[in-house]
């Protein structure tokens, strides 16, 4: 059976903090989504090129996009990842360190596994190392998410009492087995191809739903009218008043 959820569904979740209003992925934007209200936050955590791998906070396989480096992130040690300017003047964060800032502000995470490219079990064998040994017991579990199979199979066998999520880019022929198989909470999908016959079947498996990435307040009114449990977003403060307004509706 899948683990519980920490939290009351339906849920405005901040998409890699509050990435419209700060750095995706950095300590600032974690601490923007908390000054917007969301009570949880989703990141990207992978590895670094050190042998043993740190695990880091970061999306893209590359540097380029959201940093002032190029090249591999899996390839470059952590060392010169540290001195990279990742916004602002933010730096790359280490998962213990935003670990530590959700709960200084008082919230939980969706920590997402982004696999390394060819190193789903390294990656996913890092961050579970470092979320056990540094989330705290006494918290509520974090929601543990992927678009790797191999990542979700080793959170399973790790910590089978946190809830586990798949994040579906491409659904797979075989969604349903993967679901029942690696005990999911939660499927979330991509609100820009997933087609309406779809997403009836993600509803009809009696999982969580979960939309991304939704930043349009009518969107996000519709997504919540149909039953997802939780929405994604860049932008939490223009989606909270829309769930505030279903809730007391």
Do not use: C
């Amino acid at each position: 059976m899948p683990a519980a959820l920490p939290f009351q569904t339906p849920i405005i979740i901040g998409h890699r903090g509050a990435a419209a209003h700060a750095p995706e992925n950095t300590l600032a934007s974690i601490r923007e989504a908390a000054a917007q209200g969301v009570t949880i936050v989703e990141f990207d955590a992978t590895i670094s090129g050190d042998h043993p791998p740190q695990a880091i906070i970061i999306h893209d396989d590359t540097l380029d996009r959201t940093t002032s480096g190029t090249g591999a992130v899996d390839k470059t040690p952590f060392a010169a990842l540290r001195q990279l300017d990742a916004g602002d003047g933010e730096r790359i964060p280490t998962l213990q360190e935003i670990i530590a800032e959700v709960h200084r502000l008082g919230m939980t995470a969706n920590v997402e596994i982004k696999v390394a490219p060819d190193r789903d079990r390294e990656t996913a064998e890092a961050v579970m190392a470092d979320l056990i040994r540094y989330w705290p017991e006494q918290a509520a579990p974090p929601v543990v998410s992927s678009l790797s199979i191999e990542a979700l199979e080793i959170a399973q066998r790790e910590r089978p009492d946190w809830p586990r999520g798949i994040v579906l880019r491409y659904k797979p022929d075989n969604w349903r087995e993967l679901a029942d198989r690696l005990d999911l909470a939660i499927i979330s999908y991509n609100v820009g191809i997933e087609t309406p016959d779809e997403i009836d079947k993600l509803f009809a498996s009696g999982r969580h739903i979960m939309a991304f990435t939704v930043n349009d307040a009518e969107q996000a009114r519709a997504l919540l009218e149909r039953g997802v449990a939780g929405i994604f977003t860049d932008t939490p403060r223009t989606l909270l008043p829309v769930l505030a307004e279903f809730q007391s509706g």
